[in-house]
T-cell receptor, first 117, second 108 residues
């Protein structure tokens, strides 16, 4: 158990709908990262938040957005869902970023499996 | 786009064999190289490498980084069926970029 929690575990919804995925980082971690993992794309970085502020953006679609709240939990909002959005969505957390590279280690939550029908 | 390339894509061995997994990366803004094991659930952290030539070891697993040639290897000796998983290599720069993974299957 990494200490990172994600809810829900599974989510089945229809095209065009909107869903919210939730993540709580490990105690003491200030950074939260969101990843999408699909069979044909591998593990793709979406976005990072650090202490409530957006820190880095990866291959995140405009239909997707995220935020990190004062208690450091984060939510990933996916809207106008398409069939191709079906994937595993992972949240990870780390202490950093900082000049100390040991803070690069990210610990992953169990993931949310999203199925869009 | 920063690339991380892992090889082989898939590997099938018998218990007791030794395997070597490869990871090559691009150097831009390199901070560290991380290895993860993923068994149908969340990736779990194995190693972080930052310096060339220094082997990290944990039981039957070991890993080393070559910053001159821009690659890392993950060795697993005396493989067991429980080692069956996807092994992911990630390069940390401004963000963590993962390779596509190596699917290792260890047969009894």
């Amino acid at each position: 158990d990494s200490g990172v929690t994600q809810t829900p575990k599974h989510l089945i919804t229809a095209t065009g709908q909107r869903v919210t995925l939730r993540c709580s980082p490990r105690s003491g971690d200030l950074s939260v990262y969101w990843y999408q993992q699909s069979l044909d794309q591998g593990l793709q970085f979406l976005i990072q938040y650090y202490n409530g502020e957006e820190r880095a953006k990866g291959n995140i679609l405009e239909r997707f957005s995220a935020q990190q709240f004062p208690d450091l939990h984060s939510e990933l909002n996916l809207s106008s869902l398409e069939l191709g959005d079906s994937a595993l969505y992972f949240c990870a957390s780390s202490v950093g970023p900082s000049s100390d590279v040991s803070t690069d280690t990210q610990y992953f939550g169990p993931g949310t499996r999203l199925t869009v029908l | 786009e920063d690339k991380v390339v892992q090889s082989p894509l898939s590997l099938v061995v018998h218990e007791g064999d030794t395997v070597t997994l490869n990871c090559s990366y691009e150097v831009t803004n390199f901070r560290s190289l991380l290895w993860y094991k993923q068994e149908k659930k969340a990736p779990t952290f194995l190693f972080m490498l930052t310096s060339s030539g220094i082997e990290k070891k944990s039981g039957r697993l070991s890993s080393i980084l070559d910053k001159k040639e821009l690659f890392s290897i993950l060795n697993i000796t005396a493989t067991q069926t429980g080692d069956s998983a996807v092994y992911l290599c990630g390069r940390s720069a401004r963000q963590l970029t993962f390779g596509s993974g190596t699917q290792l299957t260890v047969l009894p």
